[in-house]
């Protein structure tokens, strides 16, 4: 197959000067150029310059393009190699997933919200696409102040990028027109912080990458050549061709065939079809040319030139179903390609971060590093690390802190649940340590003389010769009630999973925002709102301090002062917005508030399922005590029709259990 059977559409770069329809695959290199002269920069960051080719125009759109991208989208598009290589690259960079991690839990909420809405994973897949076959310019939607609206893949055969003469980039061009009539109108111009540049296999301070393709051009001319000239011989030779020769010696003398008959039998040659039969006299030889094993001759060559291709792209050929080799050769191949993707995701993750996360979260007031990671590794690694685990685990006679370490680590890569996980560790736990007592508890064997009777001691009683009739039920069912935890049927653990249902299930209309305005105000956000219950939760789970829970707070659910609002509209004082609570005091206010109004509320939901329907509200006395909390407190009520608690901000009351013994 020749490059002329490559349907190459034809293209006019604005970079040459002449309509590109190539036989043979050659570099382009811009025609058109002007040679920069170097100035002085009043504050230069650097010393050292970069070297321009920039493109002359009636407006100077920016540096040629190091070669004619429309030779390596040609290629992607028609040859089946270079598309089968490009589309390995991107299943193995893009194909894992990706995630984002950060110390700050709202800034990952924010970008993993943000990736969600633009349908980034549809978009990296193209752009990677568009980096490696050409350049990839990302276009990057809104103001440098705002987030990101929205981004979109552009073709990098019109992007042109202008830099001076340090090789700071000052802006992006994109043409769409023609050279021999050229718009300004059809320029569109990008400031640096719209555009995001994929530039794969740089070249010192080149502006471009040569992405993968274009570095193998000269190889994939030479195997495109030599299969078309192959397949030219093998037509040739399909068809029998005839070598016929007139004329010769006889009997000393030369008898030369008459031009015209020589003229007319080679017409007559041009009709020829199997029902032609042949009557020639002496003089005329018909002979059939023999090509001999045209394959052998090629085979070779093609299998050098391919052996060539896969050396410049870099990837195995076990891979792409032209390899026959052993295991280990195999293995090394494929480690030497992974390599590579790596490398690759290391520039995807810089470019990412710098250029894509850095400006959403300054956009919403958060500066801090957010993390791209690509995801899952391959079955094949994934079970080869669960191999290992297994052995270590199956090895694993004293400490068990590893082996739970191991078993997480299991877990993770089977992606099981690990919450139930952790529920089910935790009852083994308990299990474990009940077996323990019970084994400390058990009697040892007998031994000679420890059956011998003991002196009996009277034991004085120190109560009332007359039982207290409230006590009576205890005395007699001692065994039946160990703890107080089976006296009062109360199970700590059940009660924090009871206030970790109430986080999870309630809406927080209290400070929840209903409104841009209301959210301008100071209240939380959806996303504040999500973070602060996270932080809620896992503080009742771990135990956490209030001063703990206040402190991740302020670190996480990102606080702004409280405004005052009525009737709608924030209250202003002499054109001031009037400030009820400080951003530096609303973390303790809303821990302290909402910590009270969680565990009563599961513990009342915990009080229910117990069969417990009253409570008595109990309220916490001292200088601070409000005169509605001290006249609430003793009062019973059924569960659900109290006063709403916490009765105020800061409110410290609780509800305890009315029980029949209460």
Not at 83 to 90: A, C, Q
Not at 320 to 338: L, R
Not at 339 to 363: G, Y
Request: net charge negative; aromatic share 8%; hydrophobic share 35%.
């Amino acid at each position: 197959m020749g490059i002329t059977d490559i349907n190459f559409r034809k293209t006019q770069n604005v970079a040459t000067t002449e309509i590109y329809d190539p036989v043979i695959l050659t570099s382009k290199i811009p025609l058109i150029k002007e040679a920069t002269t170097t100035t002085t920069s009043d504050k230069p960051v650097f010393k050292g310059e970069v070297k321009r080719d920039l493109i002359k125009f009636p407006v100077a759109l920016g540096e040629a393009h190091p070669f004619d991208f429309a030779i390596t989208e040609g290629l992607y598009k028609s040859f089946g190699f270079a598309t089968g290589v490009i589309d390995k690259y991107v299943d193995f960079i893009v194909g894992p997933g990706f995630f984002v991690e950060s110390e700050d839990e709202r800034a990952v909420e924010i970008i993993e919200q943000w990736m969600q809405d633009v349908n980034f994973d549809t978009v990296l897949r193209q752009w990677v696409k568009e980096a490696l076959v050409k350049n990839g310019f990302l276009e990057l939607g809104g103001k440098p102040e705002e987030s990101i609206k929205g981004v979109k893949v552009l073709d990098s055969k019109w992007m042109y990028v202008k830099r001076d003469n340090k090789g700071t980039v000052e802006k992006y061009n994109q043409y769409r027109g023609a050279i021999d009539s050229f718009s300004k109108d059809k320029v569109n111009d990008f400031s640096p912080h719209q555009i995001a540049h994929l530039a794969f296999n740089k070249i010192g301070d080149m502006a471009y990458g040569l992405g993968i393709i274009w570095p193998g051009v000269n190889t994939v001319n030479n195997l495109l050549q030599n299969e078309k000239d192959l397949h030219m011989l093998m037509h040739r030779k399909a068809n029998s061709p005839y070598h016929i020769k007139m004329g010769g010696v006889v009997g000393g003398k030369y008898f030369k065939p008459n031009p015209t008959i020589v003229a007319q039998f080679s017409k007559d040659l041009q009709w020829l079809n199997n029902k032609h039969e042949w009557v020639t006299d002496g003089l005329t030889e018909i002979k059939t040319v023999d090509f001999g094993n045209i394959g052998e001759k090629f085979n070779e060559v093609l299998r050098y030139d391919t052996d060539m291709l896969l050396y410049t792209f870099q990837v195995p050929s076990v891979l792409m179903g032209t390899g026959n080799i052993n295991e280990g050769i195999a293995k090394v191949q494929m480690d030497g390609f992974e390599r590579k993707v790596t490398s690759f995701q290391a520039e995807i993750e810089k470019v990412i971060e710098q250029k894509i996360f850095k400006r959403i979260l300054n956009a919403n007031g958060i500066d801090v590093h957010v993390e791209f990671q690509w995801g899952r590794p391959s079955n094949t690694e994934r079970y080869a690390r669960l191999d290992k685990l297994s052995m270590l685990m199956g090895g694993m006679s004293s400490s068990e802190s590893l082996r739970r370490m191991l078993e997480r680590e299991a877990i993770k890569i089977l992606e099981l649940d690990e919450e139930e996980y952790e529920e089910m560790a935790e009852i083994e736990d308990v299990q474990k340590e009940e077996d323990r007592k019970r084994e400390e508890e058990r009697p040892q064997p007998l031994v000679p003389g420890q059956n011998a009777k003991k002196p009996q001691k009277v034991v004085k009683q120190s109560y009332a010769e007359e039982p207290c009739p409230h006590c009576v039920d205890i005395e007699e069912s001692g065994s039946k009630y160990n703890d107080i935890e089976e006296w009062l049927r109360f199970n700590y653990k059940d009660y924090v999973k009871s206030i970790e249902k109430f986080i999870k299930a309630d809406a927080y209309a209290q400070i929840a925002a209903s409104t841009a305005l209301e959210e301008a105000a100071g209240m939380l956000s959806q996303s504040q709102v999500k973070v602060f219950k996270r932080v809620l939760s896992k503080g009742f789970k771990n135990g956490s301090s209030i001063d703990e829970m206040v402190s991740a707070v302020n670190k996480n659910v990102g606080l702004k002062d409280l405004l005052k609002m009525e009737n709608g509209v924030i209250v202003q004082k002499n054109g001031i917005d009037v400030v009820v609570k400080g951003k530096d005091m609303r973390g303790v206010v809303l821990v302290r508030t909402e910590v009270t109004r969680a565990a009563n509320e599961g513990a009342m939901k915990h009080f229910k399922e117990g069969g417990i329907n009253k409570i008595r509200w109990v309220s916490s006395f001292g200088a601070r005590t409000c005169p509605d909390c001290e006249a609430l407190n003793g009062n019973i009520y059924e569960i659900g029709k109290q006063p709403s608690i916490p009765l105020h901000p800061m409110c410290r009351c609780t509800v305890a259990p009315v029980t029949e013994l209460s």
